[in-house]
């Protein structure tokens, strides 16, 4: 197994779950070779496992594809249409984790994996996993309705006469914008009022650059929600081959970390344009900004990016060398 920093982009599953058969999740990755460099407009063999239990546990499901790369380096895929080679993707029991993801890439297009990556896959695939909890039928043949993600007593004799009664109750605490929760503050949520965006409680710099010493186009236009997470890792790797010791605004979200209740979570991103703008919105219940200008990952060109000041929240495209402040974000 080589251990290239190719894989940097080892795993990034996206916000395109889907319900509804065929089952699938999104997957993006940058691929570079043994020097580093982009393999680049290329046809890639990648063989993907969904491991159970721990980052060497059994695999539930492997299966290989042959996507190709874009002009950067970046490979789009769905897990769940490739060729399968052990396991049915729909059958995964996604709460009987935790699980990771093992991906295994041959540059050349062939099955010579030389490049091997494993992720946690913190956030457990929701809208997959919620089709189990979508109803309950009893044996009379009727159908209660309850919402997705709740908790279900069932009473009753169990009995044509005397059917089971679903009794739905919501299930977990709520959550709520200003919560401390998974090592930072909540400052975004979404409908279901159980998932969203945490922003760290502390800056994570106050003056460093959005470039690592050299101007140049990493392909990182992602905007709106979660696209901040893409943009981060391709901006590390696109701009770590400028200066292999070299320190800028996304690598410092993508190197934090922090342990909240024996959990470590190390999933931090600059955020998107968009998701900065949502937490300036939120800056008072978060805490701890300054008037300063905030770098987002957002890349408006090959020498500017765009970054808001705290002060006044306006959003503005600033040059990559200028030292502006940076707080990282993480979905959940």
Avoid at 194 to 209: C, N, P, R
Avoid at 304 to 312: E, K, R
């Amino acid at each position: 197994m080589n251990k290239i920093y190719s894989i940097i982009a080892g795993l990034l599953i996206t916000a395109s779950v889907f319900a509804q058969a065929p089952e699938k999740m999104s997957y993006q990755a940058v691929i570079r070779n043994s020097s580093s460099a982009l393999v680049t407009s290329t046809t890639v063999g990648m063989k993907i496992s969904i491991l159970q239990g721990i980052s060497t546990g059994t695999p539930v499901y492997v299966e290989t594809q042959t996507p190709t790369t874009n002009t950067n380096g970046l490979v789009s895929l769905e897990i769940g249409s490739g060729t399968v080679i052990t396991g049915t993707f729909a059958t995964i029991d996604w709460a009987n984790g935790p699980y990771f993801i093992k991906t295994e890439t041959d540059p050349t297009g062939g099955t010579n994996f030389t490049i091997e990556g494993t992720s946690q896959l913190l956030s457990v695939p929701y809208a997959l996993h919620s089709k189990t909890a979508e109803s309950v039928t009893g044996i009379d043949g009727s159908e209660t309705k309850i919402t997705a993600g709740t908790n279900v007593t069932v009473t009753g004799t169990g009995t044509t006469a005397s059917p089971y009664v679903v009794n739905s109750t919501t299930g977990g605490s709520a959550l709520a914008i200003g919560d401390s929760y998974q090592g930072g503050k909540i400052f975004w949520l979404d409908a279901s009022g159980k998932h969203g965006l945490i922003a760290a409680t502390a800056d994570q710099s106050t003056a460093i650059q959005w470039h690592n010493g050299t101007d140049r186009y990493t392909g990182a236009s992602g905007d709106g929600l979660y696209a901040g997470s893409m943009n981060t890792t391709m901006i590390v790797a696109t701009q770590m081959a400028d200066n292999q010791t070299g320190n800028f605004a996304a690598k410092v979200c993508a190197d934090y970390s922090v342990t909240d209740g024996g959990v470590t979570y190390s999933d931090w991103y600059l955020p998107s344009k968009y998701e900065l703008n949502l937490l300036y919105d939120q800056k008072t219940v978060v805490g701890g900004f300054v008037g300063g200008f905030y770098w987002s990952s957002t890349e408006n060109d090959n020498s500017n990016a765009w970054n808001q000041g705290f002060g006044t929240g306006t959003t503005v495209s600033d040059v990559k060398n200028y030292s502006g402040y940076v707080r990282a974000v993480r979905a959940f």
